[in-house]
């Protein structure tokens, strides 16, 4: 890097839900809002296409998925600012990470050459895939795995089941954790790794909860930590009131959170490699999730294997599909097409067809087939 530079951007980082937005928004105060690399919604900007060929079948899904709902959805947008009033203030790097691409070096180029440092939000799993050469500071926002997965289960929630145009709330997942403790353990161990990897990048770390309970002494040693900023103001913008998400759950995972979480706060990241190779606590399946087009929801495997094992699942399913005006009978379901170990895609590709060609033969396949119907 060039002496030229600003040395890199002060990351904003944790897991989802763990408080980043509001480190952003506290930073933008303190510093300036010209430092802050990001926008307030982004979910405003409309996701560009790009004319690529399908690389396999979920590839394949994911594009369908996209070209399928390019008109804006006002109430989504809108739901999601009512669940982050203050914004998000994320950017291109945010879940990506920041690194070196061709198509972004101009960008990369221009932001490490403003004169004070940029701040961006760089979550756990954009952390993990970011070249550290452009990282100055790091702040890292820790909060309990509980609360984190109370949390996202509020917004995944909120989200998805509030039918505004009726004012009524239809809980399609009744009885079911929608969100749990993996998303919070493969992301947690991921920055832990990369942190272990790179000792020589300052990490900075707060905890969400000290942050709202003493938030002049928690600032104050943020302050302290980045060398500049007037946090006076920030200080005014915490509310008490955010810490809404209490930790309660039980999805199988609870002690190895708890665990690490613990050996996090304690910086502890030879334990937490350990933990993340011992074949006994390694996640045996990568968390993905998917759109399912017949609900225009996103969903993961569970939530596909209950719709496909069980009718009363399905039937809340059509009930909520009916009231977006969704026209179910005549759209493909993700898991037939793309997801389940036997998905159709695959299986015309070992036939020999391409995967284009296999796409949409499963497609096909899966609307005279639907399940939904019988």
Not at 139 to 148: A, H, K, Q, T
Not at 213 to 236: I, T
Request: one cysteine or more.
């Amino acid at each position: 890097m060039s002496d030229k530079t600003n040395g890199g951007v002060i990351a904003v980082s944790g897991c989802p839900r763990s408080g980043t937005s509001l480190m952003m928004l506290l930073l933008r105060e303190a510093l300036g809002k010209e430092r802050i690399f990001g926008e307030k919604f982004p979910q405003q900007k409309r996701r560009e296409i790009l004319n690529a060929k399908p690389e396999d079948a979920r590839h394949a899904w994911r594009l369908y998925t996209v070209k399928s709902n390019e008109q804006e959805d006002f109430e989504w947008l809108e739901q999601t600012k009512d669940m982050n009033p203050n914004g998000f203030w994320e950017c291109m790097y945010t879940t990506q990470g920041i690194r070196w691409a061709r198509g972004r070096a101009k960008v990369l180029d221009e932001l490490l050459r403003k004169k004070k440092s940029p701040v961006c939000k760089i979550v756990s799993q954009g952390l993990a895939r970011s070249d550290a050469r452009y990282i100055k500071k790091v702040v890292f926002m820790l909060r309990d795995p509980g609360s984190v997965a109370k949390s996202q289960e509020r917004l995944k929630r909120k989200l998805d089941v509030i039918d505004l145009k009726n004012k009524q709330k239809q809980d399609l997942f009744k009885g079911i954790i929608v969100n749990n403790t993996q998303m919070f353990l493969q992301v947690t161990l991921a920055a832990a790794q990369w942190m272990k990897d790179h000792p020589s990048v300052p990490v900075h770390f707060v905890r969400y909860n000290e942050l709202l309970d003493d938030p002049k002494k928690v600032l104050d040693e943020v302050n302290y930590f980045l060398e500049e900023g007037d946090f006076k103001k920030a200080v005014k913008l915490i509310n008490p009131k955010l810490k809404r998400s209490s930790p309660e759950w039980d999805d199988g995972l609870r002690e190895n959170a708890e665990y690490v979480y613990s050996k996090l706060k304690e910086q502890d990241f030879g334990a937490l490699e350990s933990f993340a190779k011992d074949p006994e606590t390694v996640l045996a399946e990568r968390l993905t999730a998917w759109v399912c087009v017949r609900t225009g929801l996103q969903v993961a495997k569970r939530f596909c294997e209950d719709c496909q094992d069980g009718k009363k699942y399905r039937q809340d399913a059509i009930a909520h599909a009916v009231m977006y005006g969704i026209d179910w009978k005549n759209l493909p379901c993700a898991y037939d097409v793309s997801y389940r170990k036997d998905n159709f895609v695959d299986t015309f590709v070992e036939g020999g067809d391409t995967i284009e060609t296999a796409f949409e033969k499963a497609t096909a396949q899966s609307i005279k087939e639907n399940f939904w119907t019988e």
